[in-house]
């Protein structure tokens, strides 16, 4: 037997929900792991406030909402 042919045969034991479950994963396979120009801007941005020191530690996050 192949693997295709052991992969149909898997896929014909599965319900409706496992197919598709694992059409989900391999959407997600399929993903560009690039970013947008739009999401690099974005990355650009979150560090020049960085830099500037426009964040706040741990310890502060702690401190204001009492966690």
Not at 20 to 46: I, M, P
Not at 52 to 58: E, L
Request: net charge negative; hydrophobic share 40%; aromatic share 4%.
């Amino acid at each position: 037997m192949t693997v295709k042919e052991a992969f149909k045969e898997r896929i014909d034991q599965m319900s409706d929900d496992e197919a598709q479950d694992l059409l989900d994963l391999l959407a997600l396979r399929e993903e560009s792991d690039e970013l947008s120009a739009e999401e690099l801007a974005q990355v650009a941005e979150a560090e020049a406030e960085f830099a500037r020191g426009d964040f706040v530690t741990r310890e502060e996050l702690l401190r204001k909402h009492g966690a």
